[in-house]
């Protein structure tokens, strides 16, 4: 058998950004360390090539949400450097974390009892200080399955740390409050938007995501936080149109002019979805618009601007996130973890 032929897609991760952005947002923590988190798939750019470089630029705490997240990671650092975030749902992800050693994120008194059941052990403690998403409320604090659990970590998470929300200030008030009366090891609040809010809100860890990948939660943030993510498609057709010659689902494009036009494999399962149908790829310097919508698995795009191009030459996909949030009306985490499985990493 002959190997099966490269994708028409490919993404370039900037392995030097990813680095300089962790050490960035470490620097920015203060005397607090940055972690990493690298859940769904280190948000769409591949957690087996992410989680290496973190790594190796230094980061020693590691954040999954599921528990079929853990292997991945695993290949690549030591099992007490890896956090499960969605914790013990079941008393087998608690005979699992015990059986690896990796820890996990106590979200409830029922998680914290299945964890002590199961045998215990270190593990870190989520606190509901506002989000009202996963974490012991404030009122179960004092409950007797908590105060028996060997914590290594106190953490909650910022709901609003990308806008500037009175709600910021309330959860580390609440946060301070918490760590007063429950004791762990380290203490963690911050994601990489609450990183940007000051040396109030970083304690001893700071969880950052987005920001690591090229997202941009807070102005702060620009400026410093390197694109990482470069998707790269194959023009795989070229086509003459001639005028009134109309393109892609819908014929919602019309030529009114000879004209060449490039075929590339982009489509909806590649995360380019029609909210982002207005834009441009580009050759170079040059700016290629797409006509008409995204059909599926392919765009169209206007090659006047680069005559030169031909089948099976690549063309840039703009990747700036904020710039593409705005004009889409996607987070720039749907646009990171939408990234598909075709794209060559
Ligand atoms: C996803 C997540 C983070 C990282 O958040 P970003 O906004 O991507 O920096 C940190 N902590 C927890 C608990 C998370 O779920």
């Known amino acids: 058998m002959p190997d099966l032929p490269p994708p028409s897609l490919r993404l370039r991760l900037d392995e030097e950004a990813l680095a300089a952005n962790w050490r960035a947002l470490d620097t920015m923590s203060g005397t607090a360390s940055a972690g990493a988190a690298v859940k769904a798939d280190a948000y769409g750019l591949g957690a087996d090539k992410v989680t290496p470089v973190l790594s190796d630029a230094g980061a020693r705490d590691f954040f999954v949400a599921h528990w079929s997240e853990v292997p991945q990671v695993l290949h690549h650092v030591p099992p007490a450097q890896v956090s499960v975030l969605h914790g013990p749902v079941r008393g087998e992800d608690a005979i ?29 403690l989520m606190v509901d200080t506002g989000i009202n998403r996963l974490g012991v409320s404030l009122a179960d604090i004092g409950d007797p399955m908590i105060a028996a659990l060997e914590i290594d970590l106190l953490m909650s998470h910022l709901a609003s740390a990308d806008e500037d929300s009175a709600l910021n200030a309330r959860q580390l008030e609440r946060f301070r409050t918490v760590g007063g009366s429950v004791s762990a090891l380290r203490y963690s609040l911050a994601n990489s938007a609450g990183i940007a809010l000051g040396s109030d809100y970083a304690f001893d860890l700071t969880r950052p995501g987005i920001a690591l990948y090229g997202g941009i939660p807070r102005g702060e943030l620009a400026g410093t936080i390197r694109q990482v993510a470069h998707p790269q498609v194959a023009v795989i057709q070229v086509r003459k149109l001639a005028p009134g010659d109309s393109v892609g689902y819908n014929a919602a494009f019309t030529a009114h002019e000879e004209m060449r036009a490039g075929v590339v494999s982009l489509g909806y399962a590649d995360g380019f979805l029609r909210c982002r149908g207005s834009g441009v790829l580009r050759c170079g310097e040059a700016r290629l618009p797409l006509l008409g919508k995204v059909s599926m698995d392919m765009v169209v795009v206007d090659l006047r601007a680069a005559p030169a191009i031909r ?35």
């Open 96 to 124: 699992y974390a015990r059986a690896v050693g990796v820890r996990p994120v106590i979200n409830s008194i029922e998680q914290a009892k299945r964890w002590l059941e199961t045998g215990g052990g270190p593990c870190h």
């Open 311 to 345: 089948e099976g030459d690549w063309l840039d996909v703009p990747f700036d996130l904020p710039a593409m949030a705005e004009a889409s009306g996607l987070s720039q985490y749907e646009l990171l973890t939408t990234l598909g499985r075709r794209f060559r990493r």
